[in-house]
């Protein structure tokens, strides 16, 4: 049986993937930062919840200690958008430094964290998104966020170059403008559609494809 890990899975995307992988047969240990939310109503003996925040080294910790055996798949997922703010006068310079730690860094710690429970073949998949491409960006806005996920972009491609060695591959995804929290009721995808999109992705990676940078559908992005 084939284990996983998904941040920040109490709702959202991350809960849609944890539905997912249960019924793809394989044991996912599932992060919340404070409440269950939607892992609350999953009935599953292969789901194991575990309390963690990407900021707080201690609880990853605790998360790679329970974890039992290999990982397969480590899903960086859990991540924050910033005050969208609309102009340079408004950005919080504070609350960008929260969304760099919890963006950027906070899938980096993890990885290392559970680095030694990684083994050849297993894959690894941060969520990042369209807003991360410079060649993309066309409008200010959003300033701590789009480069919170560049910042993630260079941080995995770094990374891939030195797990190549070691058989583990990264893949660097846009999940789609989805209708979550985050992605607000205007999103034409529903999180069921992109995950379904996401699913393929991971199922076709491989080493040779390690690095690459694409959306839900497989479509190649522009860095
Ligand atoms: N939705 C979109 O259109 C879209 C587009 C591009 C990329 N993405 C990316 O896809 C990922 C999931 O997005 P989503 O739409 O599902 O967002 P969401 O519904 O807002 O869910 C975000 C998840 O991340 C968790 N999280 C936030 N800060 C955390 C922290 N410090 N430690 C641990 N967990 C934390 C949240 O936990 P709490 O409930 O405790 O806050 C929640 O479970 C994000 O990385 C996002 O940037 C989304």
Not at 56 to 73: K, W
Request: glycine content about 10%; charged content about 20%; hydrophobic content about 40%.
């Amino acid at each position: 049986m084939k284990t996983a890990v998904v941040t920040g899975a109490n709702r959202g995307i991350g809960l849609g993937l944890t539905k997912k992988l249960l019924e793809s047969g394989y044991v996912v240990h599932s992060t919340f930062r404070s409440s269950l939310g939607g892992l609350s109503a999953i009935e599953n003996d292969n789901l194991k919840t575990h309390k963690m925040d990407v900021r707080d080294e201690n609880s990853i910790i605790t998360l790679s200690e329970s974890i039992e055996g290999n990982i397969d798949l480590l899903i960086n997922n859990a991540g924050v958008a910033d005050g969208r703010w609309q102009s340079i006068s408004e950005i919080d310079f504070d609350h960008s430094l929260e969304v760099f730690h919890i963006n950027s860094l906070g899938p980096i710690l993890i990885t290392q964290k559970l680095l030694h429970k990684l083994k050849y073949g297993s894959k690894i998949l941060m969520m990042s998104s369209l807003m991360g491409s410079i060649s993309d960006c066309r409008s200010g806005k959003s300033y701590a966020y789009r480069a919170s996920k560049t910042a993630l972009n260079m941080l995995s491609i770094a990374m891939k170059n030195e797990l190549d060695a070691a058989g583990i591959s990264i893949m660097i995804i846009h999940p789609g403008w989805v209708e979550t929290d985050m992605g607000g009721p205007n999103a034409p995808l529903s999180v069921g559609e992109s995950i379904d999109g996401i699913m393929d992705r991971i199922v076709e990676q491989n080493l040779g494809l390690s690095g690459r940078y694409v959306e839900y559908d497989g479509s190649h992005i522009e860095w």
